[in-house]
DNA sequence: GTGAAAGCGCTAACAC
DNA sequence: GTGTTAGCGCTTTCAC
């Protein structure tokens, strides 16, 4: 289709500057700047003030953020880091993170870097050529280049939903091990002793702690070793969802239910027992985490681990906000804590019952 | 938690300028500028830009972005207006522009910023404060003040994904009409004649397009407009979804099938059957739109129109970047087109069934 | 081919 | 309280 339009390409009127304002308000610049920031108004006379105001508000006055970047060295953005923006768990992280930050009067530049620490190392240095003020990251492993690089060049970060083995950086997740002990309990409670993991990778702290969590909890309930079975997803993807339920029905005939270190993994292992031909929750119950969107849509309606992703962002951009304010050494760690959402795939065994 | 950490607060290093790398090269500032600008490199001898490449390399130098947008006048900074972060549709319409964008050199700032435009032109001017170069909006309704606003600002801008009514700039989008004559034409084929469509709000042209490819569809089939029943949703919801199709269902016991907006008013429409004890598809075909993630999952695995939103974002970066090199006027609108997915929600009727 | 100088728009020390 | 001055780091004329 080819169109032309007579706006297309029209030149944008010069905008005012703080000179235009002062002159206009028969000032000189730096009163106007005073007036016209919250800070130093008080500095300047109640009529003055109002001279200058009046004129920013007939020449439509607005700031321009780069100049003052360049002058202060703040640039009031925020970079966030996520593995990958198309994973329906960042939404609402992002959504809590931007919102939060935006009342605060910073802007976010999102950054969609992929697994690859070299490649985020990279775009991070970017961000800071854009001079953000600091960095919510979203990517961590459990030792990460990226919070090294960042602790060795000085820039705030704070870390979201993944935390590092060792504790360097602020951080806000939720309660992983507790999300499994939840899962757990529910299983054995509905009679279920063999019990299946599908565990998520294990360099980031979700995958390694959700497992540690599944297998504490298990042994909390005295199950034998023997009863359990733990394989590990190289990615929290369907397709390794569907490959490592796989491997361990084939494996282990026995099992009567499955945990999964997360909802896209679970739906894998819905995959996998369709394969078989294992119905859920008749031959094998299945338990999921992070109750994304529409996992009470499928079927069955996915029992799981319900988190709260959108507070998840929102406590993130507060610490930041903590950080920034330089009073970012109150509190180092939130935790939150995660609920047990019961729906469909998980029933209760009758008594005696194996397959 | 209370903790420290020893690199906690540790201060920054200042980081090089450009004048460090010239000191270090022994050339001047300029020349410097000139070697690490690809356009001017060929202004400067081989052997001093070398030279001063070498002093880059060494001193790790950075170009400050700041200083130059300030320079410059331009940021290589574009926004992108989205009404909602968490709609699973935005992730890879954001994933496709993003990266399109990054492999030019642009980074992008995305803005959650609903759906009031009096809040959206607020955010915008807050972009313009930061010299975005410009917005991808994939907001607008059909007649939108924040294009208004780009026009008069003279602020390059490129749609995705909902146009306006008169198209006043650059655009990419699905062929929402010809998805609805996908839906339509299948649910025919079937047997399928007393059909009922819920459609998407009217003020967005995904709404407003379809409904009217609906209606187009329906009228080429010659099926009696007694056959048909229209009801509109006041938002993409799953719960106006359920809503809109319940009031269609009770008014009209006769239909047989149900063509919705988009997936998340179709899984509406589920929610609505559930509640009537009506079973999809044996009492009622359903066909939405979008094949957003997970649709293949539900109960039944969703009959749907794909679109390619990770295409469209890219076509959108494409798009911008060509605006911003000048020649924006070459294509003007872009469609992309959409195909069926059938899956279980759509079923054959039986010749001379009815319900 | 390179250096000198000006200046983007703003803020903040300092002077009065 | 307000004006003066300097300068953030870079690019880009203009000289030579």
Do not use: W
Not at 27 to 46: K, M
């Amino acid at each position: 289709m080819q169109l032309r339009f007579k706006h297309a390409g029209r030149k944008a009127a010069k905008p005012t500057t703080l000179k235009d304002v002062a002159a206009a308000a028969g000032v000189h610049v730096s009163t106007a700047s005073r007036t016209l920031n919250p800070i130093t108004r008080h500095l300047v006379a109640g009529n003055v003030a109002l001279r200058v105001e009046r004129a920013a508000q007939k020449l439509d006055y607005r700031p321009d953020l780069v100049a003052a970047s360049l002058r202060t060295g703040r640039s009031r953005l925020i970079g966030v880091l996520v593995p990958d923006i198309a994973d329906p768990v960042f939404s609402p992280i992002l959504g809590g993170i931007t919102e939060s930050l935006l009342a605060a009067g910073y802007s976010t530049v999102i950054a969609d870097v992929g697994s690859n620490q070299d490649r985020q190392i990279e775009l991070i240095e970017g961000l800071m050529a854009r001079r953000v003020d600091g960095l919510v990251l979203a990517t961590v492993s459990r030792k990460d280049a990226v919070v090294d690089h960042c602790l060795r060049r000085g820039l705030p970060a704070v870390l979201v939903n993944r935390t590092e083995s060792q504790p360097r950086l602020a951080t806000v997740a939720s309660d992983d091990a507790g999300g499994m002990k939840l899962a757990v309990d529910h299983l054995v409670a509905l009679g279920h002793r063999r019990i299946g993991h599908v565990a998520g990778p294990q360099h980031v702290s979700t995958g390694f702690l959700r497992r540690r969590g599944f297998e504490a909890a298990v042994r909390k309930h005295g199950l034998p070793a023997a009863d359990i079975a733990v394989e590990v997803a190289s990615a929290y993807s369907r397709v390794e969802g569907e490959r490592v339920a796989g491997a361990l029905l084939d494996a282990r005939g026995d099992l009567t239910a499955i945990v999964a270190a997360n909802d896209l993994l679970a739906l894998g292992v819905y995959d996998a027992l369709h394969a078989r031909k294992l119905r859920c929750p008749a031959d094998i119950s299945v338990v999921g985490h992070n109750d994304m969107p529409l996992v009470d849509m499928v079927a069955p309606p996915l029992t799981t681990v319900r988190i709260s992703h959108r507070e998840m962002g929102e406590e993130a951009a507060r610490m930041m906000l903590e950080e920034l304010a330089g009073h970012g050494h109150r509190e180092r760690a939130v935790t939150l804590t995660p609920i047990l959402i019961v729906r469909s795939s998980s029933r209760k065994l009758n008594p005696g019952e194996a397959r």
